[in-house]
Every structure is written in C-alpha cells, then in structure tokens.
C-alpha cells in the first residue's frame, strides 16, 4: 500500500481514549526517536511562547497549546491526509495510560513531543513518532478525594511555555515540570479554602509570562474563581 509523507508532528495526535491511539500511518518529519535527547526536547519547548504559539497559527506544524492556538479554533491547515489518502490510515501504535477512568485531555504536540494526560492529573511526555515514553508525572493526588469532583477525576490537559509544563491537579494544585526530564520546578496550591469541594480539571493556557488556571466546584456550592501565576518563578500575579 502506497501512503503519503506526514511532514508534520501534529498529524500523530489524533486519538485520546482510555488508551492513547494514533491512527495514521504516516511518516513524520526528520527528527527520529533517538534524536529526542534532553537537550534537543529543552530546546523545542524553550521556544514557546505567546509569538511562537501565534507563528504557528500560520502552518499548523505544531499543536502548542489547547485549540492550536489563542482563539482555539482547533482548525488545522495541514493538509496531508485528504479524502483521497484517507482510507490508508491505520494504527502505528498505542500507549496505555493504565486506567479505566474518565480521559478528556486534547494532547499538545511540540517537535514530535506528545504531552497527554490522564485520570489524577497524571502527565505523560510521549514521542510521537514511535509511542515510547519519555516520562511521565504523578502529582499523587490522594485517592480517597476523588469524590470531590462532580464527573470522574478527569484532567484536561496541560500548557507549555518557555520550556516548562504546566498542569492543573485534581486537588487544586498548580504544578509547573521541566518539559524535558518531568522534573517538578515549583507547586503551587491554588485553593482559597478547603471548606468547599473545589477541584481542578481545565488545562491551564500560558501567555506573556503567566500561566492562568481556573478552580470550580459549582455543582457542590463552590464559587469558580480563576488565578494566574509567575510561569518562571510561580508567584501569583492575581485572582
């Protein structure tokens, strides 16, 4: 079967269930899985930030925050597969998330560097050329707060900037990882108090220096509020 070059990173993202699917089996642009060295992944994602991500809205190479870019329009303009290509997909591979829990997280995609994740607010840092792990974060979310939240212990997914990936914990906290090696930097606890169930499920978006992040629990009589924090040193900005 004769399939056509995917030049493009973002092409391999296009399947999230409770197992992580890629379903195009299609090539993607030079950069092969042992060329994803810690310093070559630091260099990508140190490359992102609010001209960057607006760059990107021109090509769609990457897809470097929820909705590719600030007005998420979700609209790629790659344009590889095609009505007349597109019975050649296939699965390349899957990555288990090692859960039967809810998953609602859109993956960003930087250079061939997947971050996806999962129920708890576990991040994943996946190479999306060939699936294999690059690390992953457990905030360790205590288990036995999961009722707190009205629709499963989900996570929508994180920011990246300058470097840094940013995630919302379940249980109110803001987390902010080294993109290369899943270091933790810096924590943040969001929460203005732990009468109320408040939780975290939204992706944070990161622009101009600050990383933003939004606290609910309406269902249970928690006042939404939102808060924005210091994506180098994690100081908050405002709320």
């Given at each position: 079967?004769?399939r056509?070059?995917c030049?493009?990173?973002?092409?391999r993202?296009?399947?999230?269930?409770?197992?992580?699917?890629l379903?195009l089996?299609?090539?993607?642009?030079?950069t092969?899985a042992?060329?994803?060295?810690p310093a070559?992944?630091?260099?990508?994602?140190?490359a992102?930030?609010?001209?960057?991500i607006?760059?990107?809205?021109?090509?769609?190479?990457?897809?470097?925050t929820?909705?590719?870019d600030y007005?998420?329009?979700?609209?790629?303009?790659?344009?590889?597969?095609?009505?007349?290509?597109?019975?050649?997909?296939?699965?390349?591979?899957?990555?288990?998330l090692?859960?039967?829990?809810?998953?609602?997280?859109?993956?960003?995609?930087?250079?061939g560097?997947?971050y996806q994740?999962?129920p708890?607010?576990?991040?994943y840092a996946?190479?999306?050329?060939?699936?294999?792990?690059?690390?992953?974060f457990?905030?360790?979310?205590?288990?036995?707060?999961?009722?707190k939240g009205?629709?499963?212990?989900?996570?929508?997914?994180?920011a990246v900037?300058?470097?840094r990936?940013?995630?919302g914990?379940y249980?109110?906290?803001?987390i902010?990882l080294?993109?290369?090696?899943?270091?933790?930097?810096?924590?943040?606890?969001?929460?203005?108090?732990?009468?109320?169930?408040?939780?975290?499920t939204?992706?944070?978006?990161a622009?101009?220096?600050?990383?933003?992040i939004?606290?609910?629990?309406?269902?249970?009589?928690?006042?939404g509020?939102?808060?924005?924090?210091?994506?180098?040193?994690?100081?908050?900005?405002?709320?």
């Amino acid at each position: 079967m004769t399939r056509s070059p995917c030049k493009d990173s973002v092409c391999r993202s296009l399947g999230v269930a409770s197992a992580l699917l890629l379903n195009l089996a299609f090539p993607t642009h030079s950069t092969l899985a042992e060329d994803l060295t810690p310093a070559r992944i630091n260099a990508a994602t140190s490359a992102v930030d609010s001209a960057m991500i607006q760059a990107n809205t021109a090509t769609s190479r990457d897809w470097p925050t929820i909705g590719l870019d600030y007005a998420e329009t979700r609209f790629s303009k790659l344009n590889q597969i095609t009505s007349d290509n597109i019975g050649g997909l296939g699965l390349v591979w899957s990555y288990s998330l090692e859960s039967s829990r809810g998953v609602e997280a859109t993956p960003v995609v930087i250079d061939g560097i997947m971050y996806q994740t999962g129920p708890w607010s576990i991040v994943y840092a996946i190479d999306a050329r060939s699936g294999k792990k690059i690390w992953t974060f457990d905030p360790r979310v205590d288990r036995a707060k999961g009722y707190k939240g009205c629709c499963d212990v989900v996570n929508r997914g994180v920011a990246v900037y300058k470097g840094r990936v940013f995630v919302g914990a379940y249980d109110g906290r803001l987390i902010a990882l080294d993109a290369a090696t899943g270091q933790k930097v810096w924590e943040k606890d969001t929460l203005i108090d732990r009468e109320h169930s408040y939780t975290i499920t939204g992706a944070p978006r990161a622009f101009n220096g600050k990383v933003v992040i939004g606290q609910g629990g309406a269902e249970y009589g928690a006042r939404g509020y939102v808060t924005a924090y210091d994506t180098e040193t994690g100081n908050q900005l405002w709320r």
